[in-house]
């Protein structure tokens, strides 16, 4: 399969400073990108859906100011945590997939992103 | 509002005992469906998936699931589990549409020997 590149793997980070969380599709063109949020022993909680060009969509209940999402080319999009907060601890994942290779394409996940802030 | 279910979060088997893990969704339009697992400290690793065609659709380690369009539901079987099946098991949806790529909350899954 597609090979999806997420970095750092981990990150530890002052309150109130920001991070940024790099997800990059090696080898296929990823026009669209999803970010997730997993925290421990739970789902995938998509946080938003970005396709390459255009703004993200967030889910309901996602602060677009504070988690501030850019895909600005067909293989790198980037996931950036403003004034994180203990409370933003988690691990976060990303996930590409072009679907303009039409209907049946999967997304390909990267290895995620455990942040800790403290 | 799209959205994917999973019930009995928690399920306890013994070995060879059969498993099956119910999946629904909402959203009238056109689906791709997926089934992952993620063992204990692990990434999250593709089982099977549907795309189209045949219904019903075999995966690694001996999963199937089975795509049921009337009721919106895509069950994950296997007919003997073993020790090492114990992990979560998330469905997960792709609506076309908004093009949204959403999980269930998981079925964790314990196998005793």
């Known amino acids: 399969g597609a090979v999806v590149s997420q970095h750092p793997s981990r990150v530890i980070c002052k309150s109130g400073t920001s991070v940024k969380i790099e997800c990059r599709s090696l080898?296929?063109?990823?026009?669209?990108m999803f970010w997730y949020r997993q925290f421990p022993k739970q789902s995938l909680m998509l946080m938003a859906t970005?396709?390459?060009?255009?703004?993200?969509?967030?889910e309901q209940g996602v602060e677009k100011d504070k988690f501030l999402i850019n895909h600005a080319s067909l293989t790198l999009s980037t996931l950036t945590v403003t004034s994180a907060h203990p409370e933003d601890s988690s691990f976060y994942i990303c996930?590409?997939?072009?679907?303009?290779?039409?209907?049946?394409?999967?997304?390909?996940f990267g290895q995620g992103t455990r942040l800790t802030v403290v | 509002a799209q959205s994917v279910s999973q019930h009995n979060h928690h399920v306890i088997l013994s070995e060879a005992a059969s498993l099956e893990l119910g999946c629904n969704y909402s959203?009238?339009?056109?689906?791709?469906l997926f089934w992952y697992v993620q063992y204990p400290g692990q990434h999250l690793q593709l089982l099977l998936k549907?795309?189209?065609?045949?219904?019903l659709v075999k995966g690694i380690k001996g999963f199937e699931a089975e795509f049921i369009k009337s009721k919106f539901s895509f069950n994950l079987r296997k007919p003997s589990v073993q020790w090492s099946d114990t992990a979560e098991y998330f469905c997960?949806?792709?609506?076309?549409?908004?093009?949204?790529?959403?999980f269930g909350k998981g079925n964790q899954v314990v196998v005793i020997p």
């Open positions: 996930s590409a997939r072009d679907p303009g290779q039409g209907v049946g394409t999967e997304a390909f």
């Open positions: 080898d296929f063109q990823a026009t669209t």
């Open positions: 970005s396709n390459e060009g255009s703004k993200a969509t967030y």
């Open positions: 959203y009238g339009g056109t689906v791709n």
């Open positions: 549907y795309f189209s065609g045949d219904p």
């Open positions: 997960a949806v792709i609506f076309y549409g908004n093009n949204r790529l959403a």
